[in-house]
């Protein structure tokens, strides 16, 4: 079956879902290994920089769409996977700084600090879940059917989650 589309008001070429999806966004989803970056390491730091992203539709989401105020599920992925807490955009996007790092695993030499080509956006803490939302309660539930993250073949690390969905999840936070 093919994937969704939306058809474009300026192309003749229908435009992917998931940047459909983008373009009215105002809730996300963003994913992370726990061992490096957990929502418990959020919760401590108040805030951090969303960096390292490498991937053009990840960053075209955080470039393009995402906006101060913004909420974000958090996700670790891993072990346990699942929605651990809740996360705010906190200000505008910026070029990423670990592009522009030697040192850094993430340098990217062909990104420059006039034309950056990889992009950041900081996330501040909202929340921690008393209890995670795991993938398999995620999947369980079938009003969700239809959320990125549980698509087959979705491994964004950033990606928008509609309204009706990070309700759900919100009201499954809840017990």
């Given at each position: 079956m093919p994937k969704p589309t939306a058809k474009s008001k300026t192309a003749s070429k229908p435009i992917p879902a998931t940047t459909a999806a983008a373009a009215v966004a105002t809730h996300w989803?963003?994913?992370?290994?726990?061992?490096?970056?957990?929502?418990?390491?959020?919760?401590?730091?108040?805030?951090?920089?969303?960096?390292?992203?490498?991937?053009?539709?990840?960053?075209?989401?955080?470039?393009?769409?995402?906006?101060?105020?913004?909420?974000?599920?958090?996700?670790?992925?891993?072990?346990?996977?699942?929605?651990?807490?809740?996360a705010k955009i906190h200000g505008a996007p910026k070029p990423d700084p670990t592009a522009f790092d030697r040192k850094d695993s993430h340098f990217d030499p062909k990104s420059s600090?006039?034309?950056?080509?990889?992009?950041?956006?900081?996330?501040?803490?909202?929340?921690?879940?008393?209890?995670?939302?795991?993938?398999?309660?995620?999947?369980?539930?079938?009003?969700?059917?239809?959320?990125?993250?549980?698509?087959r073949g979705q491994r964004l690390s950033i990606m928008p989650v509609s309204s009706e969905h990070f309700q759900i999840v919100r009201a499954m936070s809840k017990g």
């Open positions: 989803l963003a994913k992370s290994e726990p061992a490096s970056y957990s929502i418990d390491d959020l919760q401590r730091d108040g805030s951090t920089d969303w960096t390292g992203v490498r991937n053009f539709a990840a960053r075209n989401f955080m470039r393009d769409h995402m906006k101060p105020g913004h909420l974000v599920l958090y996700y670790h992925s891993g072990e346990e996977p699942g929605v651990y807490g809740l600090k006039d034309d950056p080509t990889w992009m950041m956006v900081e996330l501040k803490f909202v929340e921690k879940f008393k209890q995670p939302i795991t993938l398999k309660h995620l999947k369980a539930e079938p009003k969700l059917a239809g959320m990125l993250v549980l698509q």
